[in-house]
């Protein structure tokens, strides 16, 4: 797999699981991806801090390009006000601004949603650009909701088959404010 750095360049990127020693690094690209970011509560670093300190963070996988983090992407457990179980939630996703536009998020969420399947997740939601989160096979549609959110900005993608699902959806109490 490869990406350009901010200059054009190609080099090597890796996606890999988070260690102790990148979360100062996360953070940072969190707080500066969004600073830029059109819909953001200011809270998306603190909510993967939060995460990780109640052991809620399923998959935190970040993008290393020469060495330096450039992306994140975090997956932490949803409930479904129908009693569905293996249903995830895909988000922050960030990737540090001067990286954008390269497929380093395109790469964090391919990675997490295949690593999803691997663990026999039966779905994955995301709050988001529908335009953006299109191109991974999600949908808005009427059968999970989140409440307070318009319906075409929370999406859906169904991992396997048997995944039926519909009601409310509750994301981890790390997201509340
Ligand atoms: C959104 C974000 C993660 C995308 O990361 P990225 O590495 O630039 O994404 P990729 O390179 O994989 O994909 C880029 C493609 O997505 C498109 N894209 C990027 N952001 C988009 C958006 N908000 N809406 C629609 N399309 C978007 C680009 O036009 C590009 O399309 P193209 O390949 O057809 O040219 C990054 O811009 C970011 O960190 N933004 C600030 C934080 C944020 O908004 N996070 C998402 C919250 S839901």
Redesign the pocket.
Known sequence: MSAANGSGKLLPMKIRAETAEDNEAIAHLIRA??A?????SGQEARIVERLRAADRLTLSLIAEDGGHVV?HAAFSPVTISDGSTGWYGL???????G?????????L?DQGLQELRAIGARGCV????P???R?FGFRAGPDLVLPGVPGEYFQSLRLRRDAAAKGVVAYDAAFED
């Open positions: 991806a969004f830029l970011a059109e819909h953001a992306g988000g922050p996703v960030a990737v540090l601004p990286c954008w536009r390269r497929g380093v998020g395109r790469s969420v995301v709050l988001g650009d335009a953006y989160y191109r």
